[in-house]
Structure formats: C-alpha cells, structure tokens
C-alpha cells in the first residue's frame, strides 16, 4: 500500500502547525519554513481554506476558529478540565499571578486551561500550547507521580532540552528531582522554562491515586519571593487539590 495520502496528511499538519508558530504567513514564507515546493505548500493551503480551517487575508493565511470547534471537543473528554477550571481561575485571582492546569499526552505537556490575575506577566502561553514536561513545575509534578520506566520512555521519545541555564538536562538528576517531588507532593521551577518566571505546581490525582494533571501558580522572580515560593503558594494549590480529589469522589 502507498505511504503517499499518509505523507500528505503528515505534511498538512506540518503547515498548520507552522502557521499556528508564526501567527500568519505567505505562501513563500511557509514553503521556505517547511523546506517544500511553494506549489505543494500553495495546494494545502488550498484545501484548507476550502474545508474552511485557514482564512486567506490577500494571500496571507492564518487559522480560523473551527479549530476552536475541534480543541474544544478534545477538551470535553477531560474530567478535570471541568473540575479544575473554576478553581484555576480563583488561584489566579486571588495570588495576582498566572495560575494553569496541564494534562500529559504523548509525552508532552498540554495547557488545558490557564487564568492571569490582575499583576500577572503576560508570557507566550496559551490554551492547547505543548511543552517540554521536564523544563516545567507543571511537568514535573506530573512526571513525578509516574512510574519511573514511563518517565525514561518519555525522557528517550522527547529528550531533555536545555531551554534556560536553569533546566535540567541529565536523567539522573531529573530521577532524583522527581524523587524529591514525589516526596513533598509540590514540584518547583525557578527560571527552568522561562528565564525570569518562577513557578510551583502540584500533582492532580483521583481515588486510586492516577495521576490526571497538574495545577500550578507562577510570577516574575522580582514578586515571587521565597516565601510565596516555597510557602504561600504550596499551601494554596495544596488546598486546591484536596477540593478537586473531593469532586471528584462525589462527582
């Protein structure tokens, strides 16, 4: 059997994927991005925006809200988007800071929801955004409550990066952090993904103690001081697990 509509489907998710990185983009510009024929580029675009998933604007494309349609039916099939929601948005009203809920799929780290309280810094994150779970207290708090042979199997699939001088990027380090999380129950992130952000994040577990996601509270390292750090803010998001285990037991 031909590999051919395979590759074609792999090479249409290959330019959404790269106009959701740029924003919006030419055909010139995501041929060169995607190192492929503007003619081959051109013909995606194309039936895209016939089916009605891109807007072409003169020639420049960007994706348009069906995808909400297609995200928003993935989101319904999380239990805890539903019962974390609420509760993410009170954590970030309350602290003044970002405050997010991520799911692992793949290995890598979804932002299923996110709120920003009325101090909160405006960093390049949004809803459906994956990241590395390593470099992350969201990831690692969620690594963490895995066994340890699917940790290694996420650690060989994705690798371990370097996205600050802060980051971990050596196994064994990363095994002894997530032993020291596992321990704690709070995962921390000072300047690990982002330079300049600090963050904590706390494992969500249900009844026989899965893991279903993290949640987390994270500020500018000029307002996140040790003891919001190491203190404050594991006791809140301490708080808003129990709540969540609570729903759901009786949900």
Do not use: W
Not at 84 to 91: E, F, G, P, S, T
Not at 99 to 109: C, P
Not at 219 to 239: A, C, I, M
């Amino acid at each position: 059997m031909s590999d051919v509509p395979v590759n074609a489907i792999q090479t249409m998710f290959t330019i959404v994927e790269m106009l959701q990185e740029c924003g919006s983009a030419g055909v010139s510009e995501l041929a060169e991005q995607v190192d492929l024929p503007q003619s081959t580029v051109f013909n995606h675009l194309n039936t895209l925006e016939k089916t009605g998933y891109l807007i072409n604007n003169n020639g420049t494309y960007h994706l348009s809200c069906r995808f909400l349609n297609l995200g928003a039916e993935a989101r319904s099939h999380h239990q805890i988007h539903d019962i974390a929601r609420q509760k993410v948005d009170r954590l970030a009203t309350e602290t003044g800071e970002m405050s997010a809920l991520l799911i692992e799929e793949n290995g890598r780290g979804i932002f299923l929801h996110r709120a920003e309280g009325r101090q909160a810094v405006h960093i390049d994150s949004y809803i459906g955004q994956q990241i590395f779970l390593h470099g992350a207290a969201l990831g690692k708090a969620i690594l963490a409550s895995l066994p340890r042979s699917e940790v290694n199997d996420i650690i060989e699939a994705r690798g371990l990066p370097e996205l600050t001088d802060n980051t971990i990027t050596d196994p064994k380090a990363l095994h002894q952090e997530l032993d020291d999380i596992d321990n704690e129950g709070v995962a921390y992130d000072d300047q690990e993904r982002l330079p300049g952000l600090r963050s904590v994040a706390i494992p969500l577990t249900d009844t026989e103690e899965t893991v279903l996601g993290s949640v987390s509270i994270a500020g500018p390292t000029s307002r996140v001081n040790d003891q919001r750090f190491y203190e404050r803010f594991p006791t809140e998001l301490r708080e808003v697990a129990k709540a969540v285990e609570l729903d759901l037991r009786y949900s």
